[in-house]
C-alpha cells in the first residue's frame, strides 16, 4: 500500500455462480493493468478444476492469486484465506497494478472488505468426536443456548451445515463473538469499489444449466471426481463436504443415483445455491454499496469513475 495518508483502491467483482465473474474479472485487469485475486472456497484447492469452475485458460497473461493454494485433504479455513488475500493485495500494489477481487463465496469477501478480525480458536477435536454423532437441530440448538446473538446471525445454509455448527460451537463457547466468524477491526486500510454482476433469474437459470451440460459432457467433470477419489485418494466423505458437483457425482459414482438423477438433482442445487448467495449478497448490501452491472463495459465505466 503507498505511504501518503489516501488509501489504496481496490476493485472487488460478485456475483452467483454461473454469472460469469472469472470473464468480466480477467477482462477488466487486462484493460486496467490488474491482477486477480480469486475469492472461491473451492478453488483453492489443487485438483478441483472443472467442477469449482478455475477456467484458468481465461486468464491468458493475466496473474491470479489463491487459486490452488492448498491439499484438499487439508482444511482451508477464513482466516486463512483472509491473511493470504492481504498478502497478495499488497504484493499486486507494490508493483503498481490493481487488485481485483473475484469471487462468490460471500464469507472470504466479506472477511478481506469488512476486516474482520477472525478467531483464532483451535479446534476442540474431543467435542468434534461427540458432536459427529449429533444432527444439525440438535447443533443449532446447543448453540443457541451457548451464544443467542451468535446464533441469530446464521442464514438458513449455516443452520443446516453440521461442520460449521461444530465449528461455530468451538468459537462460541470459548469467546464472546458478534459474528459467526469474527469480530470487526477497524479501521479498513483500502478503498473497496464493489460491482456486482447480475442476471434475470431464468436467464441464470438457463446459463446454470448450459454449464452443468458443458462440464459433463465437454470437460469430463466426472472424471475429474473419480480421479480425486481413486489417484488423489479423497475419500467419498471428503468429497462430499465440497458439496455441489463434488457431492452429486460422488454419489453417481457410488452408484446412489444413476445419471439423469443425478443431473436434475445437480443442476437443482445449483439453482438454490445461487439463490442462497444473491440473498447472502443482498444482506451484505445493507452495510456496503454494491454496484450492480451487466456486462463488461458497464464495469469498466463505473471502475474508471471510482479511480479518478
Same mark, same amino acid.
Given at each position: ?73 487439508? /482444511? $482451508?479455513?477464513?482466516?486463512?484465506? %483472509? &491473511?493470504?488475500?492481504?498478502?497478495? +493485495? ?6 503498481? *497494478? ?68 461444530? /465449528? $461455530?460451537?468451538?468459537?462460541?463457547? %470459548? &469467546?464472546?463473538?458478534?459474528?459467526? +466468524? ?6 479498513? *486500510? ?119
Amino acid at each position: 500500500m503507498s505511504s501518503n495518508c489516501e488509501k489504496s483502491k481496490i476493485i472487488v467483482i460478485l456475483g452467483t455462480t454461473a454469472s460469469g465473474k472469472t470473464s468480466l474479472g480477467v477482462s477488466l485487469a487486462k484493460k486496467l493493468n490488474g491482477e486477480v485475486v480469486s475469492a472461491d472456497s473451492r478453488q483453492v484447492y489443487r485438483g478441483l478444476d472443472v467442477g469449482s469452475g478455475k477456467d484458468l485458460a481465461e486468464y491468458g497473461d493475466v496473474k491470479y492469486h489463491l487459486i490452488d493454494v492448498a491439499d484438499p485433504k487439508d /482444511r $482451508y479455513s477464513v482466516a486463512d484465506y %483472509q &491473511k493470504a488475500a492481504y498478502a497478495a +493485495i499488497e504484493d499486486i500494489l507494490k508493483r503498481g *497494478k490493481l487488485p481485483i477481487i473475484v469471487g462468490g463465496s460471500g464469507q472470504y469477501l466479506e472477511a478481506v472488505v469488512e476486516g474482520y478480525e477472525l478467531s483464532d480458536i483451535k479446534p476442540d477435536l474431543e467435542a468434534r468426536e461427540e458432536n459427529e454423532n449429533k444432527s444439525a437441530e440438535q447443533l443449532f440448538a446447543e448453540l443457541k443456548i451457548k451464544n443467542p446473538a451468535f446464533a441469530e446471525k446464521l442464514n438458513n445454509s449455516d443452520k443446516n451445515n453440521k461442520r460449521r455448527l461444530i /465449528r $461455530y460451537l468451538e468459537v462460541a463457547g %470459548q &469467546k464472546k463473538v458478534e459474528s459467526p +466468524i469474527a469480530n470487526v477491526q477497524s479501521p479498513i *486500510k483500502y478503498d473497496f469499489f464493489i460491482l456486482g454482476l447480475t442476471w434475470p433469474k431464468e436467464v441464470l437459470a438457463e446459463r446454470i444449466e448450459k454449464r452443468l451440460k458443458d462440464r459433463l459432457e465437454k470437460e469430463d467433470m466426472i472424471q475429474e471426481v473419480s480421479d480425486l477419489h481413486d489417484k488423489k485418494g479423497l475419500s467419498w466423505e471428503r468429497l462430499e463436504e465440497f458439496g455441489l458437483e463434488y457431492k452429486f457425482i460422488s454419489q453417481y459414482l457410488q452408484e446412489k443415483t444413476d445419471y439423469d438423477q443425478m443431473f436434475e438433482l445437480l443442476n437443482r442445487a445449483i439453482v438454490q445455491f445461487s439463490k442462497r448467495q444473491m440473498t447472502w449478497f443482498r444482506r451484505w448490501e445493507k452495510r456496503r454499496k454494491v454496484e450492480w452491472v451487466n456486462g463488461v463495459d458497464e464495469a469498466q465505466v463505473k471502475i474508471e469513475e471510482f479511480l479518478k
